[in-house]
C-alpha cells in the first residue's frame, strides 16, 4: 500500500522544498526567484497536508489554505516591486542592484 | 504493481518539473514548467483527499498566479539578462551544496517524525489509520475554516487588501513637478 505511505509525500515535499532553494540560492533573475520560492512554499503545503491526513483533522487543510492566500499576495506585492525596480534598468538581474553597497 | 509505477511517475513529473523550473534559460520556459508542477501537485493533493486545495491551486496558481508571471516576464523583455557574465561564479557550486545539505536535513526531520514519534507502532498508514473519521470533504473544510479558523480566514481578506493597495502605490508613476500621479 504505497499510495498511504507518508514517506512518498514527505519525501516528495523535501525534495521540492531543496529544488526550490537551490533555486533561489542559483539563479540571477529575480523572477525566476520568485517563482522558486513558490515551489519552496508548494513543498510545505503537501507537507501540510500529509501531516493533516495522518493526524485524522482538517487543520492541515486549513494551513495550507493560509499559505496559499499569503503567496498569492506575496506574489503580486514582489512582482509590483520588481517592476517598479527594474523596468529603468537593462538588465533583469539581482546584481544590478547594488545602491545600498558601501 | 500499478499503484506503484503511477505514483513514480507522478513523482518524477512533479521533481522533473520543479528541476526544469530551476535550470530552464528562458523564462516563459520556467513559468510553463511551474505550471506543469503546480498540476502535478494537484493530482498529489487529490491522492492526500484535499479536494477543495486541489481545485483552489489549479484556480489560484495555475489561473491567477502564473498568468501574472508571464505578463511581468513579457513587460521586462524575456531575453534581456543573457547577456550579463556572473561576477560571482563560486556562488553557483555554493549554492548546490547548501541546496543539498538542507535537502538532506529536511528528509532526515521529516523521517523522524514519522518513525520516531510513533514509538514502535509501526509506520503510521495514511489510508488506514483514520478510516471513516476524516474524509477531506468540502463540507468539513467549510466547517473548519467558518468554524474554529473563522478569525484567521477573515485576516486574509485582511492581507489581500494590502497586497492589492501595495501593488498600486509601488507602481505610481511621477508626474512633472515631483506630483504623483495616479
Known amino acids: 500500500m504505497v499510495i498511504g505511505n507518508p514517506a512518498f509525500y514527505l519525501g516528495l515535499s523535501a525534495m521540492l522544498f531543496a529544488i526550490g532553494a537551490g533555486g533561489v540560492l542559483i539563479r540571477r533573475n529575480p523572477l525566476v526567484m520568485f517563482m522558486c520560492i513558490e515551489l519552496m512554499l508548494n513543498g510545505v503545503n503537501l507537507a501540510f497536508l500529509t501531516f493533516g491526513k495522518l493526524w485524522g483533522n482538517n487543520d492541515g487543510q486549513v494551513f495550507a489554505f493560509l499559505v496559499m492566500t499569503v503567496a498569492a499576495a506575496e506574489a503580486v506585492v514582489g512582482l509590483a516591486i520588481i517592476i517598479a525596480l527594474f523596468r529603468p534598468r537593462q538588465r533583469v538581474d539581482v546584481d544590478e542592484v547594488d545602491e545600498l553597497k558601501g | ?182
Open chain 2, 1 to 182: 504493481m500499478i499503484e506503484v509505477g503511477s505514483l513514480l511517475i507522478l513523482g518524477a513529473l512533479v521533481l522533473g518539473s520543479a528541476l526544469g523550473v530551476v535550470v530552464s534559460a528562458n523564462n516563459v520556459y520556467c513559468a510553463l514548467f511551474l505550471i506543469v508542477n503546480l498540476f502535478g501537485l494537484a493530482i498529489t493533493f487529490l491522492l492526500l483527499n484535499a479536494v477543495f486545495i486541489a481545485a483552489a491551486q489549479v484556480l489560484i496558481y495555475a489561473g491567477a498566479v502564473v498568468v501574472l508571471f508571464l505578463f511581468v516576464i513579457t513587460l521586462l523583455s524575456a531575453d534581456a539578462d543573457k547577456i550579463s557574465t556572473d561576477p560571482h561564479p563560486w556562488q553557483r557550486n555554493v549554492g548546490l551544496l547548501l541546496a543539498g545539505a538542507l535537502g538532506i536535513v529536511l528528509a532526515y526531520l521529516l523521517a523522524g517524525a514519522i518513525f520516531f514519534s510513533n514509538e514502535g507502532r509501526g509506520s503510521p498508514n495514511l489510508g488506514i489509520a483514520n478510516a471513516g473519521k476524516f474524509d477531506g470533504s468540502v463540507e468539513g473544510f467549510g466547517r473548519a475554516i467558518f468554524g474554529q479558523f473563522l478569525f484567521p480566514f477573515e485576516l486574509t481578506a485582511f492581507i489581500l487588501l494590502v497586497g492589492l493597495i501595495g501593488a498600486v502605490v509601488l507602481n505610481r508613476q511621477q508626474g512633472e513637478e515631483g506630483n504623483e500621479r495616479w
